[in-house]
T-cell receptor
């Protein structure tokens, strides 16, 4: 299965801890997108990355959140000092080329902050 | 305001009924995508429509792209409980950034 992979599928953290969410795009895809989804709501764009570059982070909170997509390895969404309001499902998507192309989604990581 | 307006926002029907959900915009799209997201899962691509007036069928699902490429509809015939989920439309207006609608949340009761 060469689909988008995310891990972990479920993550529980206590307030103040760090959360690291990983995303491996589909084979051949070099564009990665992170979205956040609260229960019963739609997808909210967070950040768009290409290999080693952040292209658009306009949807990401300026504090505590960061993202990277290194030359080797998965894309990482990092949330420092988590708070209860960070509890949500975080989805990664990838596309082969630009942002105008169809995006393929991973199964998501469900973060619960206690 | 959303670039892509989806309606209705919520829809609850009985098994066997037909339904149509809509995705509307004032912008022109080179293509539109429809996704279904089941509870606890990520969105799964159902179809991409490219040509104005295009109709695509996927078993009991019929997708139509408006002639002016500004809107799309999804019709489900004889809905089943397995059709329950969030239906999202997405498109890149004028080949700009991909945008997503807020979705239609469908519940099909047995």
């Amino acid at each position: 299965n060469a689909g988008v992979m995310q891990n972990p599928r479920h993550l529980v953290r206590r307030r103040g801890q760090e959360a690291r969410l990983r995303c491996s795009p589909m084979k051949g895809h070099s564009h990665v997108y992170w979205y956040r989804q609260l229960p019963e709501e739609g997808l909210k764009f967070m950040v768009y990355l290409q290999k080693e570059n952040i292209i658009d982070e306009s949807g990401m909170p300026k504090e505590r959140f960061s993202a990277e997509f290194p030359k080797e390895g998965p894309s990482i969404l990092r949330i420092q000092q988590v708070v209860r309001g960070d509890s949500a499902a975080y989805f990664c998507a990838s596309s082969p080329r630009g942002r105008e192309e169809t995006q393929y989604f991973g199964p998501g990581t469900r973060l619960l902050v206690l | 305001t959303q670039l892509l307006e989806q309606s209705p926002q919520f829809l609850s029907i009985q098994e066997g009924e037909n339904l149509t959900v809509y995705c509307n915009s004032s912008s022109v799209f080179s293509s539109l995508q429809w996704y279904r997201q089941e509870p606890g899962e990520g969105p799964v691509l159902l179809v991409t429509v490219v040509t104005g007036g295009e109709v695509k069928k996927l078993k009991r699902l019929t997708f139509q792209f408006g002639d002016a490429r500004k809107d799309s509809s999804l019709h489900i015939t004889a809905a089943q409980p397995g059709d329950t989920g969030l239906y999202l439309c997405a498109g890149a207006p004028g080949n700009n950034d991909m945008r997503f609608g807020a979705g239609t949340r469908l519940t099909v009761k047995p």
